[in-house]
């Protein structure tokens, strides 16, 4: 009674809303994407450059300025695979994977060339503190858990509801999903497909940015390649469970946060099962998920995938 | 109608074209990768004379050159084909895990026996293994529509995770006699016998070309490769001639990860002669450029494991001398992958403006 009691202590959702964070922040990323009609697998590349990226900006300039650099880390690898996957039309899961691929190198060789004896992990450095909203504090159940977080964990709270409207509600918005669906009508009505492509796939490499950046200077408070753990492919199964709406994808992250934060707390309470097994849990709830829930009705936009070649 | 020798020669022949490609994507690599080096403060001709000398140097290191293209020759068969069938397979990294399991627990738990019978039997229970951690995906592929690269990717978190218990402390796998967190060694009669004296390079190597050859047949001579092919190029045209194209991708999946397993049991039993976690160094990522460097057919990607075979090995050898992450080699990788990825449209622009000009005539 007492270890479920601890479960479910208010502490497991506290930190099932920070675990969540970042996969909200790659789900976000996949939405924007994937509703342009460009699969992005390379989420996870861009959160481990936005992580690196972000580290190595606190080191020399702190917290802050790291985090604008990291986000801008991600940009630019969203940037390279609207490049490959619009311009030149490239197949777009290879061209993501290559950023995986990538983004798992690059930091490795560049870690000891920043700081000499340190390989595969970066030093710690400074890290965005958590703040005390104290109006939010003060309510007596939701001020354990959302009162005392990370302001970015606030921040990805706030972009759900603000890249929904974005999508569903304005101009742009509308634009970025007709090239998603049917990319030769919109050209006909004379939206500019590839620049649409290209906001969408760099916004996508932003938020995954900002996600890795969150992992390593709010999480964490250094910088190794394995960090991300497949995040941004969990990121992408939360997106898929979202059919492909901000809210949905965020239920979806909230739902494997919990599952991160609850295998966490069931270590700490010694329930005698394998740390290996619990740690693998997330990752089995994210396959059961898919199968259960969102076999019969996955409907990805239409264009999904394919390259779009004026002609 | 003018002819132009040039355009004969290396773009009008597809397959010339196609090893032009692999060659340029190298050099390129190797040309970003020089101005990384020299940008990262390492003197970047020595750094590559090192890699080289790292695979060639030595008897000891060709030998671990080929080593290191064993699994990598499997798994990038195992790539090819699924990719041939319109799958990204990115989950080999899992189903080599899974198959390294499989290997090894029959490697050790039963008494010596025959070799002959033991290794089989091993090699055996590594391609199921890794056959089931791909029908799983194709399953879930066939059946629900989920996308085969969200699901490999959780199944290789839950196979490290597997692979990481059964040695721990707790594991069911673990050598009490040992500190280590790993399994106890195999019996004799389950290694897989080396090819020659101070080497490590065994008989696995002899077994992955062979196997190319199968995939080979497989995919280009028999009614099965041909409808795995046509299921790639277009599902819908492939469902409406008749072909079950859910079989398909189920069956594909499955023998795209037993290769996978083979690439796990033989790094097993002719390498490690136990079960450790993560004993495959990536082996099932690097699948990827593999694969597609070797243009996704199977004779290429013996070549194209090959090399990085030497980019393997010879890494660990210049981390040694200068310092170099041998990550250095990941970084080439991706950027052999990106290029594979937009030289086939480019490859198609290029062929385009030859016929343009050697036809005189827009087409």
Redesign the interface.
């Known amino acids: 009674m007492e270890l479920l009691f601890k479960l479910f202590s208010m502490a497991v959702f506290a930190s099932t809303l920070r675990i969540a964070t970042p996969l909200i922040l790659a789900s976000l990323g996949g939405c924007m994407s994937e509703r342009s009609g460009v699969i992005n697998?390379g989420l996870e590349g861009m959160m481990l450059m936005g992580a690196f990226t972000a580290v190595v900006g606190s080191f020399y300039l702190g917290p802050w300025p790291g985090l604008i650099l990291g986000i801008l880390a991600g940009g630019m690898m969203g940037l390279l695979h609207a490049f490959?996957s619009v311009t030149?039309?490239?197949?777009q899961?290879?061209?993501s994977?290559?950023?995986n691929?990538?983004a798992?190198?690059?930091p490795?060789?560049?870690?000891?060339?920043i700081w000499p004896g340190h390989?595969g992990i970066s030093p710690t450095v400074g890290v965005i503190k958590d703040i005390n909203i104290p109006f939010i504090s003060s309510i007596p159940v939701i001020g354990k858990v959302l009162g005392h977080q990370n302001p970015i964990v606030y921040v990805a709270l706030i972009l759900v509801p603000v890249i929904s409207y974005l999508l569903f509600k304005t101009r742009i918005g509308l634009r970025i999903r007709s090239v998603g669906e049917h990319p030769r009508a919109a050209d006909t009505l004379g939206i500019n497909v590839y620049k649409m492509r290209y906001i969408a796939v760099t916004m996508s490499g932003l938020l995954a940015g900002l996600g890795g950046a969150f992992l390593s200077i709010c999480y964490q408070s250094q910088f190794s390649?394995v960090m991300t753990?497949?995040r941004g492919?969990?990121g992408?199964?939360a997106m898929?469970f979202g059919r492909w709406t901000p809210k949905g994808a965020m239920l979806a992250c909230l739902l494997f946060g919990f599952a991160d934060a609850f295998q966490a707390g069931a270590q700490s309470a010694g329930v005698p099962i394998?740390p290996?097994?619990l740690?693998?849990f997330p990752?089995?709830l994210?396959?059961v998920a898919?199968?259960g829930l969102?076999?019969k009705t996955?409907v990805s936009p239409a264009a999904n995938g394919k390259?779009y070649?004026k002609g | 109608m003018k002819k132009n020798p040039l355009f004969d020669i290396f773009i009008g022949n597809d397959s010339v074209f196609s090893f032009v490609k692999a060659i340029l994507a190298v050099f390129f690599a190797l040309i970003i990768v020089y101005f990384i080096l020299l940008l990262t403060g390492y003197s970047p001709f020595p750094v590559y004379g090192a890699l080289l000398k790292g695979a060639f140097g030595s008897r000891r290191c060709f030998g671990e050159c080929l080593v290191s293209t064993t699994p990598l020759l499997f798994s990038g068969l195992g790539f090819a084909i699924a990719y041939r069938c319109g799958l990204f397979n990115i989950g080999l990294e899992g189903q080599i895990t899974v198959g390294g399991i499989a290997a090894a627990f029959i490697g050790y738990i039963f008494p010596e026996m025959n070799p002959v019978i033991h290794v089989s039997a091993c090699i055996a229970a590594g391609f199921l293994a890794g056959a089931l951690w791909g029908f799983i995906p194709g399953y879930l592929k066939a059946r629900f529509g989920i996308h085969e690269v969200i699901s490999v990717i959780m199944l290789n978190h839950i196979a490290f995770k597997i692979a990481a218990y059964l040695v721990s402390m707790q594991g069911p796998m673990k050598d009490r006699l040992d500190d280590m967190p790993a399994s106890p060694f195999i019996r004799d009669s389950a290694k897989i016998v080396r090819l020659v004296n101070g080497s490590r390079v065994h008989w696995g190597i002899i077994l992955a070309v062979i196997t190319a050859f199968i995939i080979w047949v497989l995919l280009f001579r028999t009614r099965l490769g041909f409808r795995i092919r046509a299921v790639g190029k277009n599902k819908y045209a492939a469902e409406t001639a008749g072909i079950n194209v859910k079989r398909h991708i189920i069956l594909t999946l499955s023998i795209s990860g037993a290769l996978g397993g083979l690439a796990g049991a033989v790094e097993i039993l002719g390498v490690h002669y136990r079960l450790f976690a993560a004993f495959s160094p990536g082996y099932g990522f690097d699948a990827i450029a593999v694969a597609l460097l070797g243009m996704v057919h199977p004779i290429g990607i013996i070549a194209s494991a090959f090399l990085f075979g030497i980019l393997r090995s010879g890494s660990v050898f210049m981390q040694a001398m200068y310092g170099v992450n041998k990550d250095m080699v990941s970084v080439i990788t991706a950027i052999i992958v990106l290029f594979m990825g937009m030289s086939a449209p480019i490859g198609i622009m290029i062929k385009d403006r030859f016929k343009r000009k050697s036809h005189g005539t827009s087409v």
Not at chain 1, 88 to 91: E, H, I, M, P, S
């Open positions: 697998i490959m030149l039309g490239a197949n899961v290879i061209s994977t290559a950023i691929i990538m798992v190198g690059l490795n060789i560049l870690i000891p060339v390989y390649s753990a497949g492919f969990i992408l199964a898929i394998p290996e097994i740690l693998a990752y089995v994210t396959l898919l199968v969102l076999g996955a390259p070649l």
